[in-house]
T-cell receptor, first 113, second 114 residues
Framework: SQQGEEDPQALSIQEGENATMNCSYK?????LQWYRQNSGRGLVHLIL?????REKHSGRLRVTLDTSKKSSSLLITASRAADTASYFC?????????????FGIGTKLQVIP | KAGVTQTPRYLIKTRGQQVTLSCSPI?????VSWYQQTPGQGLQFLFE???????NKGNFPGRFSGRQFSNSRSEMNVSTLELGDSALYLC?????????????FGQGTRLTVV
């Protein structure tokens, strides 16, 4: 099964609203990253948060990490139609060594103009 | 600065054939990782190369192999193609190993096996 699992799998909101996506993982991690993918194209890196960080901001993006719950959330504020994409979290294996990166299934976000 | 380039963009192959995909990383990046993306399985890690050495390998059969050249360019080979190998194959390059660094992805090669 996937190390990272995003929730919800699909989300539809109106332009201007906030969008929140969650990612849960099973094993301990060193880092967690969020990526965006526009319809069948390559992924774009959004944010990397380390296991000793709790929150990180980048423009309209806010990522939180709760290692005790093994979960992370991505908040997109004041969404725009251009934010329509799939969002993935990616984790490493942790446990003292950098393992292969594992992606979740993704959250498909639709922002309606 | 040129991005990650994958060639070809589209490919149609017959079951049983083999295929080689190419990935040219961003200049200066030493890590190249490969992924398979399908609607059913999502995005799955294939392998990562760093300075011509395979660092990690995902849970794929031995039909999937790769290599990295001294200029960091990488190739992925799939032998004895099966229908289930139809997927979007993405490669990414990064300065450091992929789990610690921002990865830059190419547009992918869409492989269809018929």
């Amino acid at each position: 099964s996937q190390q990272g699992e995003e929730d919800p799998q699909a989300l539809s909101i109106q332009e201007g609203e906030n969008a929140t996506m969650n990612c849960s993982y099973k094993t301990s991690i060193n880092n967690l990253q969020w990526y965006r993918q526009n319809s069948g194209r390559g992924l774009v890196h959004l944010i990397l948060i380390r296991s000793n960080e709790r929150e990180k901001h980048s423009g309209r993006l806010r990522v939180t990490l709760d290692t005790s719950k093994k979960s992370s959330s991505l908040l997109i504020t004041a969404s725009r139609a251009a934010d329509t994409a799939s969002y993935f979290c990616a984790t490493d294996g942790g446990s003292g060594g950098y393992q292969k990166v594992t992606f979740g299934i993704g959250t498909k976000l639709q922002v309606i103009p | 600065k040129a991005g990650v380039t994958q060639t070809p963009r589209y490919l149609i192959k017959t079951r049983g054939q083999q295929v080689t995909l190419s990935c040219s990383p961003i200049s200066g990046h030493r890590s190249v990782s490969w992924y398979q993306q399908t609607p059913g399985q999502g995005l799955q890690f294939l392998f990562e190369y760093f300075s011509e050495t395979q660092r990690n390998k995902g849970n794929f059969p031995g039909r999937f192999s790769g290599r990295q050249f001294s200029n960091s360019r990488s190739e992925m080979n799939v032998s004895t193609l099966e229908l289930g190998d139809s997927a979007l194959y993405l490669c990414a390059s990064s300065l450091g190993i992929v789990v610690t660094a921002e990865a830059f992805f190419g547009q992918g090669t869409r492989l269809t096996v018929v």
